[in-house]
């Protein structure tokens, strides 16, 4: 079973990536205003003092506007767009035209141009994220050396290569790394989300085969009930009415035969041993529709009082042994499974000449599981045998009882080695 925490775990991993996807596109829509709204007060300042060559304030002014707009109409107006690769790609060359010409106004316009790292990857795709940012690491390299007129220096032409390639390599390198762990972490999501998809599949089918198991036993338990109900009355007509009724011939005999002592004792004693067998036949039928042992000890007592029993009685020694922790199981089990120690050991007592007999009862997680072996003759069991009562061994009997609680029952023999019947049923519980 597929374990439902599981489920759980991956779920959260699938929303904790979701939390982080939207917490990077709120900084994508919040940043660049910030830093453009920064960048403001700073040119302001800088063309006061005349700090740095600038274009007038109102054409900065002007330009940083549009920029405010830009990001507004393509981005936070219209979030949809993210999915339309061309119209990203146009907001994004857009952009970055607008940066180059808030440095050309002012290079400290490049605070806000920075962000535009921010907008590689949101609005590009692949590799076009890396062409997006080497863009703007040079409008950053740009502002880094004063501006545009600082390009016609030559020993200031030398530094801005130098920083170009700092900054190609540190905004390049980064957006890569960026790039790659959304990629996998999106992959990740994608895997987990098929994961708990398919945990949440297993366990319902986990429920319904429970449902099914519980239905099929319900059949199977009425169909033994029938089955029970069938052989109750064949016995009653094979047995105890055909004895009744040669009781009743034998005492209208002895009635007709008054005058004969040793004909009248003849009738009486075989109406008394057709009375006897009945009777032992009548207990034999009563006893199987209802075992005394289970309904004085648990099953594992049960069964080791009918092999301490048989053991007295054949001269023969036989042990039990249990494994696992006992538990309650449901009424039909646990008469099928004495039903079959009893069978085993008669069948041991008629036909092995053992000298022992071992007998195991295993508990475990989902099973149950009987095993008797002795060391007695064996036989052949592909061989054909004859179908009678004893000629059968009682092994057709065995399966099918335990056939009728979903469970099977297997046997290895061989001459002179021995027999091995184990039989395996589900441990089915009584409900609290």
């Given amino acids: 079973m597929v374990d439902v925490p599981l489920i759980d775990d991956a779920s959260a991993v699938v929303a904790d990536l979701e939390r982080r996807r939207q917490r990077g596109d709120r900084m994508t829509r919040i940043v660049p205003f910030v830093t453009l709204v920064a960048?403001?007060?700073?040119?302001?300042?800088?063309?006061?003092?005349?700090?740095?060559?600038?274009?007038?304030?109102?054409?900065?002014?002007?330009m940083a506007l549009a920029a405010g707009a830009w990001i507004a109409w393509f981005v936070t107006l219209h979030p949809q767009w993210e999915a339309r690769r061309f119209v990203m790609a146009v907001f994004f060359v857009g952009l970055l035209a607008i940066i180059y010409l808030l440095?050309?106004?002012?290079?400290?316009?490049?605070?806000?141009?920075?962000?535009?790292?921010?907008?590689?990857?949101?609005?590009?795709?692949?590799?076009?994220?890396?062409?997006?940012?080497?863009?703007?690491?040079?409008?950053?390299?740009?502002?880094?050396?004063?501006?545009?007129?600082?390009?016609?220096?030559?020993?200031?032409?030398?530094?801005?290569?130098?920083?170009?390639?700092?900054?190609?390599?540190?905004?390049?390198?980064?957006?890569?790394?960026?790039?790659?762990?959304?990629?996998?972490?999106?992959?990740?999501?994608?895997?987990?989300?098929?994961?708990?998809?398919?945990?949440?599949?297993?366990?319902?089918?986990?429920?319904?085969?429970?449902?099914?198991?519980a239905q099929l036993l319900n059949q199977a338990r009425e169909a033994g009930v029938l089955d029970e109900r069938q052989r109750m009355a064949g016995e009653i007509h094979d047995v105890l009415a055909q004895g009744l009724t040669g009781i009743v011939t034998q005492l209208e005999a002895a009635d007709a035969a008054a005058g004969r002592p040793d004909d009248w004792r003849r009738h009486l004693g075989a109406a008394r041993r057709l009375a006897r067998d009945s009777l032992a036949e009548a207990?034999?039928?009563?006893?199987?529709?209802?075992?005394?042992?289970?309904?004085?000890?648990?099953?594992?007592?049960?069964?080791g009082e009918v092999v301490e029993g048989w053991s007295a009685?054949?001269?023969?020694?036989?042990?039990?042994?249990?494994?696992?922790?006992?538990?309650?199981?449901?009424?039909?089990?646990?008469?099928?499974?004495?039903?079959?120690?009893?069978?085993?050991?008669?069948?041991?007592?008629?036909?092995?000449?053992?000298?022992?007999?071992?007998?195991?009862?295993?508990?475990?997680?989902?099973?149950?599981?009987?095993?008797?072996?002795d060391d007695g003759a064996g036989f052949d069991p592909s061989a054909p045998r004859d179908p009678g009562p004893d000629g059968g061994f009682g092994l057709s009997a065995m399966r099918e009882r335990v056939v009728r609680i979903a469970g099977t029952l297997e046997v290895e023999s061989e001459p002179g080695g021995g027999t091995a019947i184990?039989?395996?049923?589900?441990?089915?519980?009584?409900a609290a």
């Avoid at 800088?46 to 740095?52: A, E, G, M, R």
């Avoid at 184990?422 to 009584?430: D, E, I, N």
């Fill in 313 to 373: 009685l054949n001269g023969v020694n036989a042990e039990l042994i249990t494994t696992g922790t006992p538990k309650p199981l449901l009424p039909e089990i646990e008469t099928t499974l004495l039903r079959t120690a009893q069978e085993a050991l008669a069948n041991v007592a008629r036909h092995a000449a053992a000298r022992r007999v071992a007998l195991t009862l295993s508990y475990m997680e989902d099973m149950v599981t009987l095993d008797v072996r």
């Fill in 283 to 303: 207990r034999r039928s009563v006893q199987a529709l209802r075992p005394q042992n289970l309904d004085e000890a648990a099953l594992p007592e049960a069964i």
């Fill in 422 to 430: 184990s039989a395996c049923v589900p441990a089915l519980g009584v």
């Fill in 103 to 213: 440095v050309w106004a002012s290079p400290l316009y490049g605070f806000f141009g920075w962000s535009a790292y921010f907008f590689a990857g949101y609005a590009l795709q692949g590799r076009w994220r890396l062409v997006g940012a080497a863009g703007v690491a040079i409008a950053i390299a740009i502002t880094q050396i004063g501006g545009y007129p600082a390009l016609s220096d030559a020993n200031t032409l030398k530094a801005f290569f130098v920083l170009l390639a700092v900054n190609m390599i540190i905004s390049v390198g980064m957006t890569h790394l960026a790039v790659t762990n959304q990629e996998q972490a999106v992959e990740r999501a994608g895997m987990l989300s098929e994961l708990a998809a398919a945990n949440r599949k297993l366990a319902a089918a986990v429920t319904e085969n429970a449902g099914l198991h």
């Fill in 39 to 62: 960048s403001i007060p700073l040119v302001t300042v800088s063309d006061i003092l005349h700090l740095l060559p600038q274009l007038p304030l109102l054409a900065g002014y002007g």
